[in-house]
Each structure stands twice: as structure tokens, then as C-alpha cells.
């Protein structure tokens, strides 16, 4: 006997084949009472999400800056006996004909796209490596914080506005970074950090702020402009502008991006260790730090670490972190686990025949004699193996 | 003048007087990549030290073998090795592992059925026919 497979949902009208007229036509009913509550139910669901619907949504879409469609439409070669061109010469086969049309490299042009598909990161492309610029970038970020804070002890609606002018903010003029770290930080009678001159100086906050206002305005300056990119001869104009303005920037010391090293080593000599024992508790606190450390750095603090991280040092000290070594002989080099002890040895490979051969110094007569012998000192040469085993072996 | 041979006074038995360590060296041999060398990495980085600080008669060599499994190799005084496949194991097996090698003696493993096993001459001597007083029939 056949067995039919049970049915979760409601049975369809059309399955009900043996059934009298009037149950049929209550189920038809049944099933179209039940189709348009879902209908209603959906449209509700539709009402209650934000997003707009989708044939609204694609009316509304509005393509980016600079993005081309791609071409359509036909192109038809001229005829061979309409040409002018007295350099012409007919193809003569296939592969000798030009290719007319087409979308061939078309998609992979980035030019096609437009400036809004280009995407841009948070933090730097590439994260600072060098420790006393991270220490730096550490501290000046929890200064900056500070400032954003006010000298207010729980974060509030303050923090998230000035979050896109000041700490949003790129490095900067070296300036900057030189005014903003020699605000000192120390430890508060309850452990908390604070500023070192209590009140904390009513000007730096403007000071810090108009540097920060400076430095996009060079930036803004440095910047072309988007408009500008339609012919050719405005480019070359627009590119002669940039030089200029780089030069310009760079001899009034203007220069974005991290400090150098040694600037950075100078910088810790002032900033001192007092800082690193003060605790950091506020969440909202933490995470505008950990943000501004990205901005300033690339290095992103994870969630989970963030909130385990309670000291300043703590923080500093998962910033500036070595790089995990690839192989276990980097590891070991790096910690020296085996340098006080004279029966370890440790090889970067593999121990190969010759070299155990090589430590014995028995490696040097086995070459000669190969070589005496017209034998591969490496290898078989392609030499197969003696016909013989097969022989003996009975292998085919 | 007729060559005296000399009597055996004594025979040479480890550990009376002086214990010599019948295991010379033990290679190690780990991969980098393989999941199964994660035991041995770890045993590295963290039991080696100290077991090899423990043992400064035995020499320890590190080395790397893409993709094989872990291997630690005992060589013995007497010329034999004895390798041990430490795949999958945690650090501490290992260590145990190290330890059956530090003490094995190199020899092949035997039955033993015999617990007590000694080098000294019987105190009766050989039995001989032609000495004695013979046997009466």
C-alpha cells in the first residue's frame, strides 16, 4: 500500500479530490478567508518595517556620484567600399578583423564606477608598528577623550557630538600631537584618571579644537575638488595645483600622518609612567578611546577585551603588542627559551640526510667519491630502479 | 716468559658506584602547520625547557618536518634508537612519552620471564663426571 507523507500545513483545494460539492466549496472558502488574512498580516508587517518596500525602494535608488551605465545599442562598422582612410587594409581572416563594440573590460574599469563605490577606512590603511608612536598615539587619544569628557565623571550626549570633530579627527600637524601630550595625566585620589593641573586649563579644550579645525582646512585645501575632473586640461591644471599646494604644506610643517620614531621617543621622555596605574572603568569612556586608538593607529581593541581592560597600562600594553610569530623556531628565538641551556639545539628546517652527514664532516669524501665514480651526488640522475627487482618481485 | 692471563676481579654494573644514562640524545620533530603537532608545539614551548634543564646528559635537538606527524626519537648507547609517534597527544603525554624514553635501556623489548636475573658464578660450580667420587652402579 502506498503511504502518503502527513501534511504540516493546510491542505490545498486542489487535493481534495472525492469530496462532496458543498465541503469543497467550504474549503475553497476556507482556504481564500485564510490567503488574505496573511495578505493583511504581511501588509502590517510591511507598515511596521523601516525599510520601504521594494518596488518604492527601487524607484528611489539613487545611483552614486560617477557611476556610468554600461553601453548599449549596436555599432555597425562602415562599409569596406564607404572608407576613406587611404592607410586601410581589408582583414584578411578572422583573426586580422577589429574588434568593434563590446563590453570586454568594461566591468573591470574602476573608472566606470565613480568615487562612491571607492571605499574608504576608518583607520590608517596600515597600522602603526613602531611601539613609542603607539604609546604616543595611546596616551593622546585618552587625553583626548578626556577633553571630549569635560570634566565630567559619566559620558554623556557631549561625547558622541564632539566624536566626529575631535576625535574623529586624523593626526594632524606634529603640533598637534606635541600640544595635546604635554597635558599631563596622573592617578586621582579615587584611582580614576584625571588631569594632572586641577582645574583641568579652561583653554585647552579651544586650543586642542582649533588646531583640530586647522588641520582639516589645510587638508580641505591639499584635496581636489570633484567637479573638476572633466577634461583633461583642467587635470593637468588641477595636478599642477596639488604639487604646489603639497610643497607649500609641507615647508610650513604641516605634514599629516604619525610621528616619526624619534619624535615619539622625545615625546614618552616628558609624558612619563604615572598615567599608565590610573583606572578606566566607564564603558562609554573606554569605547571612545578604543575608537580614537583606531582612528590614530588601525589597531582595533576587540569587545571583549575592552571590557576587561581596566587600567591605562592595560591598554597600552594591548596596543602595543608584539606580532605573533608565524613558526614555532621565531617563537622560541624571540623569547630565548633555550638560550641558558647548552643541550638544545634548535634548527630553523628540517634536518636533511646530508646535513646529518655534514655535521659528522663525513659529507665531503661521499661527494668525492660519488663524483670519482661518475654518480649524482644529489638525485638519481633519472636512473630507474634495477630491472632486476622487478624480476624478482614479478611487479609489472 | 709465559703470558699470565688476568682474573676477571671485577665486572662493570651500572649504577654501582657509578649510573650511566643509557639514552644519549632524543630528537624532536614537529610541523608547523599540522594540527596533530599542536601537543608537541606546546611541549616545546612549554615542558622542553625545564626537562632538558633536568637532564644535561642527554642532548635535545629541535627541528621541523612539514607535514608529518610529531616524532620524538631516543638514541641509546648501545647504538639503537627507539621513535615514538606523539600525534594528537597534549603536552603532558608527551612529557611521558619523553620520560619512557629518558628510561628505557636501548635494548629490544623481551618477555621477561624471569624476574630476577644475576651475572655472578655459582657458588656449586659446574657439575663435571670426572670429578667427585663418582657414581656406583
Known sequence: ??????????????????????????????????????KTQSLQRRNLSTSLPR????????????????????????????????AYEPAQDGLGLEEVGGLDGWWENPANYGTGRQWV???????????????????????????????VKTLTARMFAVSDSLLGSEWGPETLTTTTVQTKLCVG????????????????EQKVTEEV???????????????????????????????????????????????????AQALLKEIGHEWKKATIKDYVFKYFVAKRIQKLTGHIIPDGKLVAINTAGTLLREVVRPPKAKKLVEEIENKQLFQSLPNVRVFPRRVTPIDKEKMVGRWKVIREELERRGLPVIGTANIDNAIEKKWVTGAK | MAVKALHAVSQGRNGVGAFILQCKKIDLHYCDWAGSS???????????????????????????????????????????????????????????????????????????????????????????PYHGNGMSL
Open chain 1, 1 to 38: 500500500m502506498r503511504h502518503l507523507p502527513r501534511l504540516r500545513g493546510a491542505v490545498s483545494a486542489s487535493l481534495c479530490c472525492s469530496s462532496p460539492t458543498h465541503i469543497r466549496t467550504t474549503a475553497v472558502a476556507a482556504v481564500a478567508t485564510t490567503s488574505s488574512s496573511t
Open chain 1, 55 to 86: 518596488c518604492d525602494a527601487v524607484e528611489a535608488y539613487a545611483p552614486p556620484q560617477g557611476l556610468k551605465p554600461p553601453p548599449q545599442g549596436w555599432k555597425t562598422a562602415v562599409r569596406p567600399d564607404k572608407i576613406t582612410d587611404p
Open chain 1, 213 to 263: 579645525d586647522t588641520a582639516a582646512t589645510a587638508k580641505q585645501e591639499a584635496e581636489p575638488t570633484e567637479g573638476a575632473n572633466e577634461t583633461e586640461v583642467l587635470e593637468e591644471a588641477r595636478e599642477e595645483v596639488e604639487v604646489k599646494e603639497a610643497v607649500e604644506v609641507q615647508e610650513e610643517g604641516l605634514t599629516e600622518g604619525p610621528i616619526s620614531s624619534e619624535t
Open chain 1, 121 to 151: 577606512g576608518y583607520g590608517p590603511a596600515e597600522k602603526v608598528i613602531d611601539p613609542a608612536v603607539l604609546e604616543v598615539a595611546v596616551y593622546r587619544a585618552l587625553v583626548e577623550a578626556m577633553i571630549a569628557r569635560g570634566g
Open chain 2, 38 to 128: 599542536r601537543g608537541m608545539n606546546g611541549f616545546i614551548k612549554s615542558l622542553l625547557p625545564k626537562f632538558a634543564a633536568a637532564h644535561p646528559q642527554i642532548e635535545f635537538t629541535v627541528s621541523p618536518r612539514p607535514t608529518k606527524h610529531p616524532v620524538a626519537i631516543g638514541h641509546y648507547i648501545n647504538g639503537r634508537s627507539k621513535p615514538i609517534c606523539v600525534r594528537n597527544m597534549e603536552p603532558y603525554e608527551i612529557l611521558k612519552k619523553l620520560e619512557l624514553l629518558r628510561d628505557a635501556s636501548g635494548e629490544k623489548l623481551k618477555k621477561v620471564t624471569k624476574p630476577v636475573r644475576s651475572i655472578n658464578q655459582s657458588v656449586r660450580g659446574i657439575w663435571s
Open chain 1, 189 to 204: 585620589s579615587n584611582g580614576a584618571l584625571e588631569f594632572k593641573s586641577t582645574p583641568p586649563e579652561p583653554q585647552l
